[in-house]
T-cell receptor, first 112, second 113 residues
Framework: QKEVEQDPGPLSVPEGAIVSLNCTYS??????FMWYRQYSRKGPELLMY????GNKEDGRFTAQVDKSSKYISLFIRDSQPSDSATYLC????????????FGAGTTVTVRA | DAGVIQSPRHEVTEMGQEVTLRCKPI?????LFWYRQTMMRGLELLIY????????DSGMPEDRFSAKMPNASFSTLKIQPSEPRDSAVYFC???????????FGEGSRLTVL
């Protein structure tokens, strides 16, 4: 079993829909949770960074962490075609842990 | 800043040939990472440098792989001899110290025939 599980999709939604992405993990020591966005033929870029449980909102993006269930989510409101990308979750046990555990990534297409 | 710069962007080579991938990290970043990305295995950390010193190379798959960082602004990943199963996208990333915020380059897409 992988340490971080993420459904690879693909996920196709119409423009304006809410996109819901999630990851589950097995290591209860994880406290720092990240979402990276990767456009086709590009490197990943950090989208959201959260610590411990709770919600964090940044514009149309909301990250949720439920440590009791070992489950994290990313929601994209009012999705746009420019949101079409692969979204990777990543996590670590401490802020100075250089070894991130990445999910496989979920490919999202937003149809105009 | 130009971001992390990798070269070449694409490399097609034949089995047995030597491959050298290059990376220029963001100026001022003291942590450098080499990752490999494949459909089957996702993103895998190959090696991590801090202040130009290799700290963790446990992800380097075999002795055929080697990495160097002779100074703060340059790193190489070498595969010798290359094999078809090395075909992947190789990413270099840099960051300030240990941080969840990695800055990735655009990757080097390697195809070994």
């Amino acid at each position: 079993q992988k340490e971080v599980e993420q459904d690879p999709g693909p996920l196709s939604v119409p423009e304006g829909a809410i996109v819901s992405l999630n990851c589950t993990y097995s290591n209860s020591a994880f406290q720092y949770f990240m979402w990276y966005r990767q456009y086709s033929r590009k490197g990943p870029e950090l989208l959201m960074y959260t610590y411990s449980s709770g919600n964090k909102e940044d514009g149309r993006f909301t990250a949720q962490v439920d440590k009791s269930s070992k489950y994290i989510s990313l929601f994209i409101r009012d999705s746009q075609p420019s949101d079409s990308a692969t979204y990777l979750c990543a996590m670590s046990a401490s802020s100075n842990d250089y070894k991130l555990s990445f999910g496989a990534g979920t490919t999202v297409t937003v149809r105009a | 800043d130009a971001g992390v710069i990798q070269s070449p962007r694409h490399e097609v080579t034949e089995m047995g040939q030597e491959v050298t991938l290059r990376c220029k990290p963001i100026s001022g970043h003291n942590s450098l990472f080499w990752y490999r990305q494949t459909m089957m295995r996702g993103l895998e950390l190959l090696i991590y440098f801090n202040n130009n010193v290799p700290i963790d190379d446990s992800g380097m798959p075999e002795d055929r792989f080697s990495a160097k960082m002779p100074n703060a602004s340059f790193s190489t990943l070498k595969i010798q001899p290359s094999e078809p199963r090395d075909s992947a996208v190789y990413f270099c990333a840099s960051s300030l110290e240990f941080s969840g915020e990695l800055f990735f380059g655009e990757g080097s897409r390697l195809t070994v025939l």
